[in-house]
């Protein structure tokens, strides 16, 4: 038993909630709302995310079973989401998609609903249940390295899903059964940003000065406001790829020529503002 009777009888006496269960939630709701606030007021660029047990309540949706953490945590992830106290909600998807009880593609869909502010839904992964060994078969408890691709994929389709975090990172460092490899060669072999807050913290940033420099580019704010981050866009031929460059960054040397070159700032809020463009090929 948690030692909060003392705690709770005060609590009680001051017309506090009677019910343990209820004012447990309650303190915790009340941390977060304040944790949420005191944040964006010091900063309001800094992220503010919680990664909870991925199961909010059995049926939740019809057919899902598992803890309660709604009683047995006391809990209440879906409050803290429809309130908008976090820039990120990371619900913790531990299983397979074929998980008759606990269906990654079911509890994705779920909590995309109840994500009635629109904020970052960026499920975790169990990326560490991938099999280090390729001589052990595939099972429920050790998965082969397409298990976590095909939930990236099913995350990228998810309307209000915009990426994932892996647990843990040795998976990807280690590189079971190929996953960092298999990743790097599909849904992740381009660069991305970190999606935007919301609401937004200010303006966009407005498009850069771009000129030519011995065999590269030269890029500077049209603002007096800091940049945050470049996003370099270059295509050869039908091809476009992409770089990301920190903000303090002043020059970009293509390894190659190029037929067309974009730059865009992005502003500490991960908002990309318009892009100049310095060059396109002869027709």
Known sequence: PFPDDDSHARAVAAGGLP?????????????????????????PHVLVGISPFGIWRPDHPPGIK???????LNADPRKWLREGWLDYLAPQLYWRIDSTGQGYEKLLGWWAEENVQNRGLWPGNYTSRVRRDVSIAPSTSVW???????????TQAQPGAEGNIHFSMKALAEDFDGVATK????????????????????????????????????FEPSAEEA?????????????WLTAILPGQTRRYEPDQPVDELT??????????GPATRLRTAAP
């Open 144 to 154: 082969e390295a397409e298990e976590i691709l095909r939930q990236v994929a099913i």
């Open 183 to 218: 990743l790097a060669a599909g849904p992740y072999a381009e660069p991305a940003l970190v999606p935007v807050i919301r609401p937004p913290q200010g303006p966009l940033p407005p498009a850069p000065r771009v000129t030519d420099a011995d065999g590269g580019i030269r």
């Open 66 to 72: 598992g803890l309660d953490q709604y009683l047995a």
């Open 227 to 239: 940049v945050w981050l470049w996003v370099v866009r270059i295509r050869r031929g039908e091809q």
């Open 263 to 272: 730059v865009a700032a992005v502003a500490r809020d991960g908002r990309m």
């Open 19 to 43: 019910d343990r269960a209820a004012w447990r939630r309650d303190n915790v709701d009340r941390l977060v709302e304040r944790l949420w606030r005191e944040v964006k007021e010091a900063k």
